[in-house]
């Protein structure tokens, strides 16, 4: 997030404070529609400081978001994103690898901190013992990895993708639960029956060293795109 978009957004966010009540949860699904637009971060807050402009004009009158946006909210959103232009593929690109970058420094020091080695390690630091630096990464691990990754992208574009559906009762078939479920199921038994094979080892400070350096290209492609 460059400069400009950056100022952008503390003002909106000091803005925000100002929607009432009876607004917030509508505006709040209006801007979670807009972040899993095809548009950039600058875009978005320009709309979102445009949009806070106008509801808050509303409130003043005593009039609430619909008499801003309709009735209908997803076409208020797409009527505007189609008006601006989609993101480019270095954009994209650059997004992406932010977040990967991202989720495997978090998930990295997480994995460092709670290896059975690293426990151990502590305890022999605090004994005496001879101190053993390596650390095993198993199938498990990468695959838990990899599924954590997966998932987290694809529940943040369903969020992103249908806020206003939230709260709406929706039929799910006894069929579709069933095999979402016995996938689920499949996928950790698999985990728990190759979970402890061992893949590699790495050394605990090399470990560090390449998790913090992920969380540095996280903040620098962050700045960049």
Same mark, same amino acid.
């Given at each position: 997030?460059?400069?400009?978009?950056?100022?952008?957004?503390? #003002?909106?966010?000091? $803005?925000?404070?100002?929607?009432?009540? @009876?607004?917030?949860?509508? /505006?709040?699904? !209006? &801007? =979670?529609?807009?972040?899993?637009?095809?548009?950039?971060?600058?875009?978005?807050?320009?709309?979102?400081?445009?949009?806070?402009?106008?509801?808050?004009?509303?409130?003043?009158?005593?009039?609430?978001?619909?008499?801003?946006?309709?009735?209908?909210?997803?076409?208020?959103?797409?009527? #505007?994103?189609?008006? $601006?232009?989609?993101?480019?593929?270095? @954009?994209?690109?650059?997004? /992406?690898?932010? !977040? &990967? =970058?991202?989720?495997?420094?978090?998930?990295?020091?997480?994995?460092?901190?709670?290896?059975?080695?690293?426990?151990?390690?502590?305890?022999?630091?605090?004994?005496?013992?001879?101190?053993?630096?390596?650390?095993?990464?198993?199938?498990?691990?990468?695959?838990?990895?990899?599924?954590? #990754?997966?998932?987290?992208?694809?529940?943040?574009?369903?969020?992103?993708?249908?806020?206003?559906?939230?709260?709406?009762?929706?039929?799910?078939?006894?069929?579709?639960?069933?095999?979402?479920?016995?996938?689920?199921?499949?996928?950790?038994?698999?985990?728990?029956?190759?979970?402890?094979?061992?893949?590699?080892?790495?050394?605990?400070?090399?470990?560090?060293?390449?998790?913090?350096?992920?969380?540095?290209?996280?903040?620098?492609?962050?700045?960049?795109?």
């Amino acid at each position: 997030m460059d400069k400009q978009t950056k100022e952008l957004n503390r #003002i909106n966010n000091e $803005l925000d404070k100002q929607v009432n009540t @009876e607004n917030l949860d509508a /505006f709040t699904n !209006i &801007i =979670c529609y807009l972040r899993g637009a095809n548009i950039s971060e600058h875009n978005q807050e320009v709309i979102r400081q445009d949009l806070l402009e106008m509801v808050l004009s509303a409130q003043k009158r005593g009039e609430n978001i619909k008499s801003v946006v309709g009735e209908d909210y997803k076409v208020f959103c797409d009527d #505007i994103i189609a008006s $601006l232009p989609p993101k480019s593929m270095a @954009e994209k690109v650059l997004e /992406f690898f932010d !977040i &990967i =970058c991202w989720c495997l420094s978090i998930l990295g020091a997480i994995n460092i901190i709670i290896a059975d080695e690293t426990i151990a390690l502590v305890c022999d630091l605090a004994t005496g013992r001879p101190l053993n630096f390596e650390i095993s990464i198993s199938v498990g691990s990468m695959i838990s990895l990899g599924l954590t #990754i997966v998932s987290a992208f694809i529940i943040v574009e369903v969020i992103l993708k249908n806020p206003f559906k939230a709260g709406k009762k929706e039929d799910v078939s006894k069929t579709r639960t069933f095999f979402i479920g016995a996938g689920i199921m499949a996928v950790f038994l698999f985990i728990a029956w190759v979970g402890k094979t061992p893949l590699f080892t790495v050394n605990v400070f090399a470990a560090c060293i390449f998790t913090l350096a992920l969380y540095i290209a996280h903040r620098v492609l962050a700045k960049i795109r």
